[in-house]
């Protein structure tokens, strides 16, 4: 300061890559410097001002801007990475709610799956049983018109014996037949005179001589099957007997009366020369 007064007097700056300053009046400031004007700004506590180069204004505190600004910075970088985090664990909760999801559905797929192919076996075996069913149906009919058939013929059998036509004599001889007769007049003349023979043949016949036998048995059958129409089977535990009876009683001699009986009407057919 002198008598003269000060004069104004023009002070420049120079910036580095990150805008902080680092030239004044031409002198490049020490990086020691930087650091110790840094560490003054945010301690607070006051340090010996360094000798400014010449031309420089006592006042003059340039740093202060560039740490405001690192300050700025700073915040500005630590709000971005926050917001980074955050929607990082955005995206992974959303990830793992849509592999939670992909997972559960994988389940419920194969549940239906394993759904789908119990059922599936449930129809093949339906479908089995009703093919044996079929079956066992298709054989119990058979077995039962088979049963229902005889069942006729014995009650027929059972007509003749109580009427005693079960061995009448009534019938065209076989020679007749072989014979063909081509005209109707000639076998309605030929039927009639047979039954007159046979009727003069029967006058001299004494009466047959009959026997029943197996009584019983043939009674149970024919009232076992009056009572069981549609359940045939239950008698024929009883009919296996009564055909071993017949069989025991046609081995014991019962055919016999039979056979005479049928020798003696050829003898008397053969007096009146129709054989």
Same mark, same amino acid.
């Given at each position: 300061?002198?008598?003269?007064?000060?004069?104004?007097?023009?002070?420049?700056?120079?910036?580095?890559?990150?805008?902080?300053?680092?030239?004044?009046?031409?002198?490049?400031? *020490?990086?020691?410097?930087?650091?110790?004007?840094?560490?003054?700004?945010?301690?607070?506590?006051?340090?010996?001002?360094?000798?400014?180069?010449?031309?420089?204004?006592?006042? %003059?505190?340039?740093?202060? &801007?560039?740490?405001?600004?690192?300050?700025?910075?700073?915040?500005?970088?630590?709000?971005?990475?926050?917001?980074?985090?955050?929607?990082?664990? %955005?995206?992974?909760?959303?990830?793992?709610?849509?592999?939670?999801?992909? /997972?559960?559905?994988?389940?419920?797929?194969?549940?239906?799956? +394993?759904?789908?192919?119990?059922?599936?076996?449930?129809?093949?075996?339906?479908?089995?049983?009703?093919? =044996?069913?079929?079956?066992? $149906?298709?054989?119990? #009919?058979?077995?039962?018109?088979?049963?229902?058939?005889?069942?006729?013929?014995?009650?027929?059998?059972?007509?003749?014996?109580?009427?005693?036509?079960?061995?009448?004599?009534?019938? +065209?001889?076989?020679?007749?037949?072989?014979?063909?007769?081509?005209?109707?007049?000639?076998?309605?003349? #030929?039927?009639?005179?047979?039954? =007159?023979?046979?009727?003069?043949?029967?006058?001299?016949?004494?009466?047959?001589?009959?026997?029943?036998?197996?009584?019983?048995?043939?009674?149970?059958?024919?009232?076992?099957?009056? $009572?069981?129409?549609?359940? /045939? !089977? !239950?008698?024929?535990? !009883?009919?296996?007997?009564?055909? *071993?009876?017949?069989?025991?009683?046609? &081995?014991?001699?019962? *055919?016999?009366?039979?056979?005479?009986?049928?020798? /003696?009407?050829? $003898?008397?057919?053969?007096?009146?020369?129709?054989?």
């Amino acid at each position: 300061m002198g008598a003269n007064g000060s004069s104004a007097r023009n002070v420049s700056f120079g910036l580095d890559d990150d805008k902080k300053v680092t030239v004044i009046e031409g002198v490049r400031l *020490s990086g020691d410097v930087c650091r110790r004007m840094r560490e003054a700004q945010a301690s607070g506590k006051p340090k010996p001002p360094s000798v400014p180069p010449e031309g420089q204004k006592p006042g %003059a505190h340039p740093e202060g &801007v560039s740490t405001k600004e690192a300050q700025e910075e700073m915040r500005k970088n630590f709000e971005h990475q926050q917001a980074l985090v955050q929607e990082q664990l %955005a995206k992974l909760a959303q990830k793992e709610k849509e592999v939670s999801a992909a /997972t559960g559905l994988k389940d419920s797929s194969a549940a239906a799956i +394993m759904e789908r192919g119990r059922a599936h076996h449930e129809q093949e075996k339906a479908k089995v049983l009703a093919k =044996q069913l079929e079956r066992k $149906e298709a054989e119990l #009919a058979t077995l039962s018109a088979f049963y229902k058939e005889q069942l006729e013929i014995l009650e027929k059998k059972e007509e003749l014996r109580s009427s005693g036509k079960l061995y009448g004599y009534r019938r +065209m001889p076989a020679k007749c037949v072989q014979h063909g007769l081509h005209n109707l007049d000639e076998y309605k003349q #030929a039927a009639e005179e047979y039954n =007159q023979a046979a009727s003069r043949a029967e006058a001299h016949l004494r009466p047959r001589r009959t026997e029943a036998f197996c009584t019983d048995l043939q009674a149970k059958v024919l009232q076992c099957y009056r $009572e069981n129409p549609q359940q /045939t !089977l !239950l008698c024929s535990s !009883l009919a296996k007997q009564y055909m *071993s009876c017949v069989h025991q009683a046609k &081995v014991r001699g019962h *055919s016999g009366v039979q056979t005479t009986t049928k020798s /003696t009407f050829r $003898e008397e057919y053969r007096k009146h020369k129709w054989l």
